[in-house]
Protein backbone atom coordinates (compact mmCIF):
# COMPACT_ATOMS: atom_id res chain seq x y z
CA UNK A 1 0.00 0.00 0.00
CA UNK A 2 2.09 3.34 -0.57
CA UNK A 3 0.44 5.11 2.11
CA UNK A 4 2.46 2.97 4.77
CA UNK A 5 5.33 4.85 5.81
CA UNK A 6 8.58 2.26 6.06
CA UNK A 7 8.42 1.23 9.64
CA UNK A 8 9.86 -2.20 9.10
CA UNK A 9 12.92 -1.02 6.56
CA UNK A 10 13.57 1.76 8.47
CA UNK A 11 13.90 -0.10 12.37
CA UNK A 12 15.19 -3.84 10.91
CA UNK A 13 18.27 -3.34 12.36
CA UNK A 14 16.39 -2.36 15.52
CA UNK A 15 15.06 -5.77 15.29
CA UNK A 16 18.36 -7.61 14.71
CA UNK A 17 19.21 -6.26 18.37
CA UNK A 18 16.09 -6.97 20.20
CA UNK A 19 16.87 -10.88 19.37
CA UNK A 20 19.15 -10.79 22.03
CA UNK A 21 17.70 -8.09 24.35
CA UNK A 22 14.83 -9.32 26.42
CA UNK A 23 12.52 -5.97 25.85
CA UNK A 24 11.52 -4.81 29.03
CA UNK A 25 7.61 -3.30 27.70
CA UNK A 26 5.21 -4.89 29.29
CA UNK A 27 2.52 -5.12 26.07
CA UNK A 28 1.85 -8.36 26.48
CA UNK A 29 -0.79 -6.97 29.18
CA UNK A 30 -4.26 -6.31 28.84
CA UNK A 31 -4.72 -6.33 25.28
CA UNK A 32 -7.66 -8.67 25.00
CA UNK A 33 -8.40 -9.12 28.45
CA UNK A 34 -11.52 -7.41 30.01
CA UNK A 35 -10.51 -7.90 33.28
CA UNK A 36 -7.41 -5.20 33.19
CA UNK A 37 -9.64 -2.70 31.68
CA UNK A 38 -9.64 0.13 33.78
CA UNK A 39 -12.82 1.57 35.12
CA UNK A 40 -12.00 5.44 34.10
CA UNK A 41 -15.21 7.52 35.43
CA UNK A 42 -17.68 8.31 33.18
CA UNK A 43 -19.17 11.59 33.51
CA UNK A 44 -22.67 12.35 31.77
CA UNK A 45 -22.63 15.90 31.11
CA UNK A 46 -26.36 15.89 30.38
CA UNK A 47 -26.70 15.70 33.71
CA UNK A 48 -27.26 18.37 37.10
CA UNK A 49 -24.74 18.84 39.41
CA UNK A 50 -21.45 17.26 37.56
CA UNK A 51 -19.21 19.35 38.82
CA UNK A 52 -18.28 17.26 42.01
CA UNK A 53 -17.80 14.07 39.47
CA UNK A 54 -15.48 15.76 37.78
CA UNK A 55 -13.09 17.37 40.07
CA UNK A 56 -13.18 14.30 41.41
CA UNK A 57 -12.34 12.17 38.28
CA UNK A 58 -9.08 14.94 37.68
CA UNK A 59 -7.86 14.74 41.34
CA UNK A 60 -7.73 10.66 41.36
CA UNK A 61 -7.76 9.31 38.05
CA UNK A 62 -6.23 12.86 35.80
CA UNK A 63 -8.54 10.94 33.07
CA UNK A 64 -12.44 10.71 32.78
CA UNK A 65 -14.68 10.09 30.18
CA UNK A 66 -17.57 12.48 28.80
CA UNK A 67 -21.15 11.36 27.27
CA UNK A 68 -23.67 14.28 25.95
CA UNK A 69 -20.94 16.38 25.41
CA UNK A 70 -22.45 18.37 22.89
CA UNK A 71 -20.01 17.17 19.79
CA UNK A 72 -22.80 15.67 17.39
CA UNK A 73 -21.73 11.80 16.74
CA UNK A 74 -22.10 12.55 12.67
CA UNK A 75 -19.38 15.15 13.22
CA UNK A 76 -16.83 12.52 15.08
CA UNK A 77 -17.50 9.57 12.96
CA UNK A 78 -17.24 12.34 9.35
CA UNK A 79 -13.99 13.27 11.20
CA UNK A 80 -12.59 9.79 11.25
CA UNK A 81 -13.79 8.68 8.07
CA UNK A 82 -12.22 11.67 6.27
CA UNK A 83 -9.13 11.61 8.56
CA UNK A 84 -8.78 7.89 7.26
CA UNK A 85 -9.03 8.49 3.35
CA UNK A 86 -8.29 12.02 2.70
CA UNK A 87 -5.60 12.42 5.38
CA UNK A 88 -3.58 9.14 5.89
CA UNK A 89 -4.35 7.19 3.08
CA UNK A 90 -2.85 9.35 0.26
CA UNK A 91 0.22 8.34 -0.85
CA UNK A 92 3.55 8.30 1.56
CA UNK A 93 5.35 10.54 -0.63
CA UNK A 94 2.73 12.96 -0.57
CA UNK A 95 2.14 13.20 3.16
CA UNK A 96 6.07 13.77 3.61
CA UNK A 97 5.90 16.60 0.81
CA UNK A 98 2.96 18.19 2.32
CA UNK A 99 2.85 19.93 5.78
CA UNK A 100 -0.97 18.83 5.63
CA UNK A 101 -3.86 18.57 3.19
CA UNK A 102 -2.44 21.69 1.33
CA UNK A 103 0.96 22.95 1.54
CA UNK A 104 1.51 24.85 4.48
CA UNK A 105 4.43 27.47 4.97
CA UNK A 106 7.53 25.66 6.19
CA UNK A 107 7.03 28.63 9.56
CA UNK A 108 4.19 26.81 10.31
CA UNK A 109 3.68 25.04 13.44
CA UNK A 110 1.39 22.07 11.52
CA UNK A 111 3.20 19.33 10.60
CA UNK A 112 3.77 15.54 9.45
CA UNK A 113 5.52 12.63 11.74
CA UNK A 114 5.98 9.10 11.28
CA UNK A 115 7.71 6.81 13.64
CA UNK A 116 10.95 8.80 15.64
CA UNK A 117 13.15 9.93 13.40
CA UNK A 118 16.34 9.45 16.06
CA UNK A 119 15.34 6.35 17.51
CA UNK A 120 18.20 4.24 18.34
CA UNK A 121 16.32 1.44 19.84
CA UNK A 122 13.43 -0.50 19.84
CA UNK A 123 11.79 1.35 22.70
CA UNK A 124 11.61 4.49 21.35
CA UNK A 125 9.48 3.59 18.49
CA UNK A 126 6.36 4.98 17.72
CA UNK A 127 4.48 2.51 15.47
CA UNK A 128 2.29 5.57 13.85
CA UNK A 129 1.80 8.42 12.26
CA UNK A 130 0.61 11.64 13.19
CA UNK A 131 -0.71 15.10 12.41
CA UNK A 132 0.43 18.28 14.37
CA UNK A 133 -2.65 21.06 13.17
CA UNK A 134 -2.06 24.39 14.96
CA UNK A 135 -5.50 25.83 14.68
CA UNK A 136 -4.90 28.97 13.05
CA UNK A 137 -3.75 27.00 10.07
CA UNK A 138 -7.18 25.56 9.42
CA UNK A 139 -8.28 28.20 7.72
CA UNK A 140 -5.49 27.91 5.35
CA UNK A 141 -6.92 24.49 4.13
CA UNK A 142 -9.39 24.22 0.83
CA UNK A 143 -12.57 25.84 1.95
CA UNK A 144 -15.83 23.89 1.71
CA UNK A 145 -14.55 20.25 1.83
CA UNK A 146 -16.04 17.70 4.49
CA UNK A 147 -12.37 17.54 6.43
CA UNK A 148 -12.32 21.20 6.73
CA UNK A 149 -15.79 21.27 7.92
CA UNK A 150 -15.50 18.04 10.20
CA UNK A 151 -11.70 19.83 11.85
CA UNK A 152 -13.02 23.46 12.47
CA UNK A 153 -16.69 21.96 13.80
CA UNK A 154 -14.91 19.30 15.86
CA UNK A 155 -12.15 22.19 16.83
CA UNK A 156 -15.17 24.61 17.86
CA UNK A 157 -16.63 22.12 19.86
CA UNK A 158 -14.04 20.67 21.71
CA UNK A 159 -12.89 24.35 22.80
CA UNK A 160 -15.79 25.04 24.35
CA UNK A 161 -16.35 21.88 26.18
CA UNK A 162 -12.86 22.52 27.34
CA UNK A 163 -13.43 25.55 28.37
CA UNK A 164 -16.53 24.07 30.34
CA UNK A 165 -14.59 21.60 31.86
CA UNK A 166 -11.52 24.16 32.66
CA UNK A 167 -13.78 26.71 34.44
CA UNK A 168 -15.65 23.93 37.10
CA UNK A 169 -12.35 22.70 37.69
CA UNK A 170 -10.30 26.19 37.84
CA UNK A 171 -12.49 27.31 40.64
CA UNK A 172 -12.19 24.69 42.87
CA UNK A 173 -8.50 25.24 42.78
CA UNK A 174 -8.94 29.37 43.33
CA UNK A 175 -8.04 30.10 39.73
CA UNK A 176 -9.37 33.41 38.77
CA UNK A 177 -12.96 33.28 37.22
CA UNK A 178 -12.35 33.75 33.61
CA UNK A 179 -9.16 33.00 33.31
CA UNK A 180 -9.51 30.63 30.85
CA UNK A 181 -11.79 32.47 28.65
CA UNK A 182 -8.84 35.36 28.82
CA UNK A 183 -6.35 33.20 27.77
CA UNK A 184 -6.98 29.81 26.15
CA UNK A 185 -8.65 31.07 22.22
CA UNK A 186 -9.94 29.18 19.48
CA UNK A 187 -6.35 30.06 17.67
CA UNK A 188 -3.73 29.26 20.58
CA UNK A 189 -4.71 25.35 20.93
CA UNK A 190 -3.95 22.54 18.93
CA UNK A 191 -5.06 19.36 17.22
CA UNK A 192 -3.68 15.78 16.27
CA UNK A 193 -4.41 13.33 14.14
CA UNK A 194 -2.65 10.12 14.65
CA UNK A 195 -2.95 7.30 13.37
CA UNK A 196 -1.53 3.53 13.84
CA UNK A 197 -0.90 0.96 11.10
CA UNK A 198 -1.48 -2.77 11.79
CA UNK A 199 1.94 -3.66 13.16
CA UNK A 200 4.00 -7.41 12.72
CA UNK A 201 5.45 -7.08 15.87
CA UNK A 202 3.07 -5.37 17.85
CA UNK A 203 4.72 -7.09 21.52
CA UNK A 204 8.02 -5.32 20.49
CA UNK A 205 7.19 -1.85 20.42
CA UNK A 206 4.50 0.59 21.18
CA UNK A 207 2.14 2.69 19.34
CA UNK A 208 2.90 5.87 21.00
CA UNK A 209 5.57 6.08 23.84
CA UNK A 210 4.68 7.34 27.37
CA UNK A 211 4.01 11.21 27.56
CA UNK A 212 2.17 13.69 30.05
CA UNK A 213 0.43 16.26 27.74
CA UNK A 214 1.68 19.75 27.57
CA UNK A 215 -1.93 21.16 27.70
CA UNK A 216 -4.52 22.51 30.41
CA UNK A 217 -6.86 19.82 29.40
CA UNK A 218 -6.91 17.42 26.40
CA UNK A 219 -10.23 16.27 24.36
CA UNK A 220 -9.74 12.47 22.81
CA UNK A 221 -11.84 10.99 20.35
CA UNK A 222 -10.68 7.12 19.63
CA UNK A 223 -12.31 4.60 17.21
CA UNK A 224 -13.25 1.04 18.88
CA UNK A 225 -9.76 -0.80 17.97
CA UNK A 226 -8.57 0.46 21.50
CA UNK A 227 -4.92 0.07 22.65
CA UNK A 228 -4.49 3.60 25.00
CA UNK A 229 -3.12 2.83 28.56
CA UNK A 230 -2.89 4.91 31.10
CA UNK A 231 -0.73 4.41 34.03
CA UNK A 232 -2.64 4.16 37.16
CA UNK A 233 -0.87 3.32 40.48
CA UNK A 234 2.18 1.84 38.52
CA UNK A 235 0.23 -0.10 36.48
CA UNK A 236 -0.61 -0.01 32.67
CA UNK A 237 -4.44 -0.48 32.17
CA UNK A 238 -6.72 -0.52 29.14
CA UNK A 239 -9.18 2.11 28.55
CA UNK A 240 -11.81 0.59 26.78
CA UNK A 241 -12.66 2.27 23.96
CA UNK A 242 -16.49 3.96 24.46
CA UNK A 243 -17.72 5.13 20.63
CA UNK A 244 -20.08 7.49 22.86
CA UNK A 245 -17.96 9.35 24.94
CA UNK A 246 -14.99 11.41 24.73
CA UNK A 247 -12.38 10.96 26.56
CA UNK A 248 -10.48 14.33 28.93
CA UNK A 249 -6.95 14.16 30.52
CA UNK A 250 -5.39 16.76 32.90
CA UNK A 251 -2.40 18.16 31.58
CA UNK A 252 0.47 19.43 32.98
CA UNK A 253 -0.57 22.93 32.75
CA UNK A 254 -3.87 22.43 34.70
CA UNK A 255 -1.21 20.04 37.23
CA UNK A 256 0.99 22.86 37.44
CA UNK A 257 -2.32 25.57 37.96
CA UNK A 258 -3.86 23.58 40.59
CA UNK A 259 -0.60 23.08 42.66
CA UNK A 260 -0.33 19.11 41.74
CA UNK A 261 -4.06 18.68 42.88
CA UNK A 262 -4.80 17.25 39.19
CA UNK A 263 -2.57 14.70 37.61
CA UNK A 264 -1.22 14.75 34.71
CA UNK A 265 -0.94 11.25 33.80
CA UNK A 266 1.20 9.69 31.82
CA UNK A 267 -0.43 7.31 28.96
CA UNK A 268 0.69 5.56 26.05
CA UNK A 269 -0.62 3.84 23.15
CA UNK A 270 0.15 0.20 22.13
CA UNK A 271 1.30 -1.09 18.71
CA UNK A 272 -2.10 -1.85 16.25
CA UNK A 273 -2.52 -5.64 16.37
CA UNK A 274 -5.63 -6.57 13.69
CA UNK A 275 -6.62 -3.09 12.78
CA UNK A 276 -5.22 -0.07 12.13
CA UNK A 277 -6.16 2.57 14.51
CA UNK A 278 -7.64 6.12 14.53
CA UNK A 279 -7.86 8.86 17.13
CA UNK A 280 -8.17 12.58 17.31
CA UNK A 281 -6.88 14.83 20.11
CA UNK A 282 -8.10 18.62 20.85
CA UNK A 283 -5.20 20.29 23.09
CA UNK A 284 -6.67 22.80 25.26
CA UNK A 285 -3.72 25.66 25.71
CA UNK A 286 -3.37 29.00 26.21
CA UNK A 287 -2.17 32.21 24.42
CA UNK A 288 2.57 31.44 24.92
CA UNK A 289 2.30 34.82 27.03
CA UNK A 290 -0.06 33.01 29.45
CA UNK A 291 1.23 32.85 33.08
CA UNK A 292 1.05 29.53 34.90
CA UNK A 293 1.13 30.00 38.74
CA UNK A 294 1.00 27.38 41.22
CA UNK A 295 -0.41 28.51 44.32
CA UNK A 296 -0.77 26.67 47.56
CA UNK A 297 -3.81 26.61 49.36
CA UNK A 298 -3.60 26.45 53.33
CA UNK A 299 -0.45 25.31 54.81
CA UNK A 300 1.05 23.75 51.07
CA UNK A 301 3.42 25.38 49.92
CA UNK A 302 3.74 26.35 45.91
CA UNK A 303 5.04 23.25 44.24
CA UNK A 304 6.43 25.15 41.09
CA UNK A 305 7.59 28.69 40.07
CA UNK A 306 5.62 30.36 37.97
CA UNK A 307 6.26 30.41 34.21
CA UNK A 308 4.86 31.60 30.71
CA UNK A 309 3.58 28.49 28.60
CA UNK A 310 6.37 29.60 25.83
CA UNK A 311 9.10 28.94 28.41
CA UNK A 312 7.14 25.39 28.89
CA UNK A 313 7.33 24.93 25.49
CA UNK A 314 10.92 25.91 24.65
CA UNK A 315 12.02 24.44 27.09
CA UNK A 316 9.90 20.71 26.07
CA UNK A 317 10.94 20.89 22.58
CA UNK A 318 14.74 21.39 23.25
CA UNK A 319 14.74 18.70 26.00
CA UNK A 320 13.27 16.51 23.50
CA UNK A 321 15.71 17.39 20.79
CA UNK A 322 18.62 16.87 23.40
CA UNK A 323 17.47 13.77 25.65
CA UNK A 324 14.79 12.66 23.11
CA UNK A 325 12.07 12.95 25.69
CA UNK A 326 10.59 15.86 27.38
CA UNK A 327 11.43 16.50 31.25
CA UNK A 328 8.39 18.02 31.71
CA UNK A 329 7.19 19.66 35.08
CA UNK A 330 9.70 18.28 37.20
CA UNK A 331 11.89 21.40 35.34
CA UNK A 332 9.92 23.75 37.14
CA UNK A 333 9.71 22.36 40.89
CA UNK A 334 10.67 24.58 43.87
O1 LIG B 1 -4.20 7.86 20.24
C1 LIG B 1 -4.63 8.11 21.37
O2 LIG B 1 -5.63 7.55 21.83
C2 LIG B 1 -3.93 9.09 22.28
C3 LIG B 1 -2.93 9.93 21.57
C4 LIG B 1 -2.21 10.86 22.48
O3 LIG B 1 -2.00 10.57 23.64
C5 LIG B 1 -1.75 12.17 21.98
O4 LIG B 1 -1.93 12.46 20.78
O5 LIG B 1 -1.19 12.94 22.79
FE1 LIG C 1 -1.32 12.31 24.81
Not at 185 to 203: A, G, Q
Amino acid sequence: MDYEPPFMKTYSDLFGESEQVNIPLVVDTCRNNNDKFCEVPLIDLGKLNVEKGIREAATKWGFFQVVNHGIPQDVLESLMREQMIKVFHRPFATKCEQHFVNNLSASSSSGYRWGNPSATSLLQVSWSEAYHVFLPDLTSMDHDTPLRSSLKCFATKAGSLAERLAEILGEEVKMKSGYFRENCFPNTSFMRLNRYPVCPVPSKVLGFLPHSDSSFLTIVYQDNVGGLQLLKDGKWCVIKPNPQALLVNVGDLFQAASNGVYKSIKHRVLAAEKEERYSVAYFYSPSYDTMIESHGVGDSASLYRKFSFREYKQQSDKDVKELGDKVGLSRFLL
